[in-house]
């Protein structure tokens, strides 16, 4: 009875060494191909979803991982037993996961860069000179998006005035366009405020802005007076 159980342990043992000297299952071989291609494709799609935005912060990490995956690509699966590939399933998840996770925090800063970049596309920059016509020193100029109702910064510096009859050059509007209506709101030297209606910049091919309280819409037709007036162009300080 002994020898025959010693047998029996000896045929045990060399069906286990015979077991792990032959290669894979056909179900862990495909499930070890499933799991590389499902890496491969993370680790595409993570390295696309980077290329397309400017935030370069998982550049190392892409790096790392990459020399991880180049590992993996190079094995020959069918010269491995069913023991060693589920040794090595764990580590391509979680080279897998790492991927996906990367990617989908890329995704939403690509998400943000895209939406910043389509709403920089709606403003218009529009280079304009002011002629103040309005009768009185102005300390305060403004453009109000009324579409929107935001109000741009003052284009005269603090302490800063434009003299009645002078112009104010260099001068940058923001045009948003999906915005229908504008108006300027120039603030004279008693603190008065004075809505000035003006025309569609979006369409405003002139480069000079007249600042009126006689009803006419800023950036209307200049007349020979005003034309003669853009020649004086100079702030003058408080």
Sequence with gaps: MKNKGFQIAI??????????GCGP??????QAEEARTLLLQARDSAEETYL???????????DELSG?????????????NDK????LL????????????????????????TEDREEKAKHKKVEVFFINKTGHDLSKIV????????YSDNYLKDGVSLLNGYSLMGVTLDVYADSGEWEFV????????HNISCANLKEFKKDNITLSLDGSEAGGEESSETSESSETTETTEN
Excluded: C, W
């Design 11 to 20: 045929v045990t043992a060399i069906s286990a060494l015979l077991l792990v």
């Design 25 to 30: 299952s056909d179900e862990k071989l495909a």
């Design 52 to 62: 397309d935005i400017t935030d370069s912060t998982n550049r190392q990490k892409l």
């Design 68 to 80: 991880k995956v180049s590992e993996i690509e190079a094995i020959d699966f069918t010269k491995m």
């Design 84 to 87: 060693k590939i589920d040794e």
């Design 90 to 113: 764990p580590t391509v998840a979680e080279i897998t996961d790492s991927y996906q996770n990367m990617g989908k925090e890329m995704s939403e800063v690509l998400q943000v860069e």
């Design 143 to 150: 453009l109000h998006d009324k579409t929107r109702d935001v």
């Design 186 to 193: 120039v603030t004279d030297e008693a603190g008065t405020d």
